[in-house]
C-alpha cells in the first residue's frame, strides 16, 4: 500500500463549498449536509444517515454487514465480571504489575481484554497515556492548526472508506469522521516528514471506536513510532524487510507454503501488506481484530508475525488446499478470500499463542535482510527508531512519571533529641557527665549533714556560700527542713530524665 496521493479510482475531489481547511466545523458543511446543531441533537450517526431502524451489534456495526460477520466467542458475565475485576486492579496498580507480574498481564490479554477497559488497557500497554501525560495541550495545539492543504484533501477522500456501516462513520460529517479527521491531520504536523499514508486510516479509526480523540491520536504515535517503525514512510522499506522476514519465517512453519509460493514467483508485498500495515483491521472477523489487537499492544510486531504465517499454513499448507492453487491469479484469491474457519476467533487465537515464534528469531532474520538490503540495494533512505517489542520493552525505554518519594522514618526521636544529621554526644561523654552528677550529688549530702549551705544548682552544678541568700537577722523562723530535700528530688528526677534522653538519642 503506497503513499496516499488521491487514486484514479477514488471518488472525485469535493467541492469547493465542502472541502476542509484544517477545522473539524467545514466538515459537517456542503449543500446535502444537516447542520451542525441538528447533528449534535443525534443519538449516533447511524441516525444521522437514515439507518436508525437498522439493528447495530455489540461492535456498533450494521448488523448484516461485513464486519459484523464472523462467529462469536461468547464470555459468561459471571467471568466477564471476575476479569474486569483483575484488569481494574491491575491497570489502577500498574507499574507495580508491569515490573513484577508482567507474564501475568500477557496471559491476561491472551485470554482477552473486557471490552468495558478495553480503550483504557491499549493506552496503558502501549505507552499513549505516558505520552499524553508528557506532552499536556500538545494535540489541541497541532488540532487548532491549519494543517498542511498537500495532506488535507487527501485524508478528507478518505474517511468515507474507513468502516462505513460501523455506526461512528457511516454518515458524512458525523462525529466520527470529524474526530478521525483531527487525528490524521494532527500526525501530519506532528510528523511533517512522514505525512500521511492511507494504512493510518483503519488504524485511527479502530483507536477511534475504543478512545476520545486525543487519546487516539497518541496511539496513533506509539504505533507508528514504537511498535511498526518505518512502515507509514514515503518509500515504505520497512514493510518489504518485514515481507522477506516473513517469507523467510514460513520456511520453517509451513514448507510446503513456502515452496509453493516460491515456484509461483509470489513477492510478499502482493499479500502481506495490506494484513501488516493495517494491523489485520482490514482482513479478520472485527472479533478476531479486538483479540489480537489485544495481544498487539502487549507483545508486540510478533503477533502480527503469527498472524500472518497462522494465515498462510491453514491456506497453502497442505497438497489438497494447492489443487485450487495453479497459477499466481488463482493464489492471491485464495489469500484474499480466507477461509471464515481459520479465521475464527478462537481458532485464530489459540493457533497465533501456541505458534513458536520468538521475537529473537524476528531480530535474527531482521539482520540477516538488513545486510541483503545492503548488498543489492544499497543503505535504507528511511531512519526510523528501533522497533520496541511489547508493552515491557516501551515502559523500560519511556518510563512514566513517578510521584516524589515522602519521608516516613522508622524511628522517632524525642522532640529535643538532636537530628541524625547533627552532632550527637558519644556514648562515653554522656556516662562522664553521668557520673560528674553522682559526685557532686554525694557532696551536697555531706554538706547538708554538717550545716553548710551548699546549694545545687539546677544544672547539677554546686555553688559558694558566698551566692546563698542571707537570711534576715530579725526573722528567727527556723528554714523549712524540706526545703533541701526537694531541690535533691528535683535533681534526681532531672538527672534521670537527661539520662533517658541520652540513651534514646543514642539508639
Known sequence: MAKSSGGEDGPRAPADDGSLSGTR???????DAVTTDELSSLGSDSEANGFAERRIDKFGFIVGSQGAE?????????????????????????????????????????????????????????????????NPGKFDELDMSPGDPKWL????????????????????????QQDLFRVLKAYTLYRPEEGYCQAQAPIAAVLLMHMPAEQA?????????????????????AIQLDGEILFSLLQKVSPVA???????????????????????????PWSSVLRVWDMFFCEGVKIIFRVGLVLLKHALGSPEKL??????????????????????????????????????????????????????????????????????????????????????????????????????????????????????????????????????????????PLDVPQRDPVSQDPAPQDSVPQDLAHHHSRESLISQESEDTYL
Open 217 to 237: 491520536f497518541w496511539c496513533l504515535v506509539q504505533i507508528c513510532e514504537k511498535y511498526l517503525p518505518g512502515y507509514y514512510s514515503e518509500k515504505l522499506e
Open 153 to 176: 484533501d487527501v485524508i478528507e477522500r478518505d474517511l468515507h472508506r474507513q468502516f462505513p456501516f460501523h455506526e461512528m462513520f457511516v454518515s458524512r460529517g458525523g462525529h466520527g
Open 70 to 134: 464472523g462467529a462469536l466467542e461468547e464470555v459468561p458475565l459471571e467471568v466477564l465480571r471476575q476479569r474486569e475485576s483483575k484488569w481494574l486492579d491491575m491497570l489502577n496498580n500498574w507499574d507495580k504489575w508491569m515490573a513484577k507480574k508482567h507474564k501475568k498481564i500477557r496471559l491476561r490479554c491472551q485470554k482477552g481484554i473486557p471490552p468495558s477497559l478495553r480503550g483504557r488497557a491499549w493506552q496503558y500497554l502501549s505507552g499513549g497515556k505516558v505520552k499524553l501525560q508528557q
Open 258 to 284: 513456502h515452496k509453493h509460493l516460491s515456484r509461483q514467483k509470489i513477492d510478499p508485498l502482493l499479500y502481506m501488506t495490506e494484513w501488516f500495515m493495517c494491523a489485520f483491521a482490514r482482513t479478520l
Open 323 to 464: 489443487k485450487a492453487c495453479q497459477g499466481q491469479y488463482e493464489t492471491i484469491e485464495q489469500l484474499r478470500s480466507l477461509s471464515p474457519k481459520i479465521m475464527q476467533e478462537a481458532f485464530l487465537v489459540q493457533e497465533v499463542v501456541e505458534l513458536p515464534v520468538t521475537e529473537r528469531q524476528i531480530e535474527r532474520e531482521h539482520l540477516i535482510q538488513m545486510r541483503r538490503w545492503k548488498e543489492t540495494r544499497g543503505e535504507l533512505q528511511c531512519c526510523s527508531s528501533p522497533r520496541l517489542h511489547g508493552a515491557k520493552a516501551i515502559l523500560d525505554a519511556e518510563p512514566g512519571p513517578r510521584p516524589a518519594l515522602q519521608p516516613s522514618p522508622s524511628i522517632r526521636l524525642p522532640p529535643d533529641a538532636p537530628l541524625p544529621g547533627s552532632k550527637a554526644t558519644p556514648l562515653k561523654q554522656v556516662q562522664k557527665e553521668q557520673r560528674k552528677h553522682a559526685k557532686a550529688s554525694g557532696q551536697l549530702n555531706k554538706s547538708s549533714a554538717s550545716g553548710h549551705a551548699t546549694v545545687v544548682a539546677a544544672g547539677g552544678d554546686a555553688c559558694s
Open 25 to 31: 466545523e467545514n466538515l459537517v458543511q456542503g449543500a
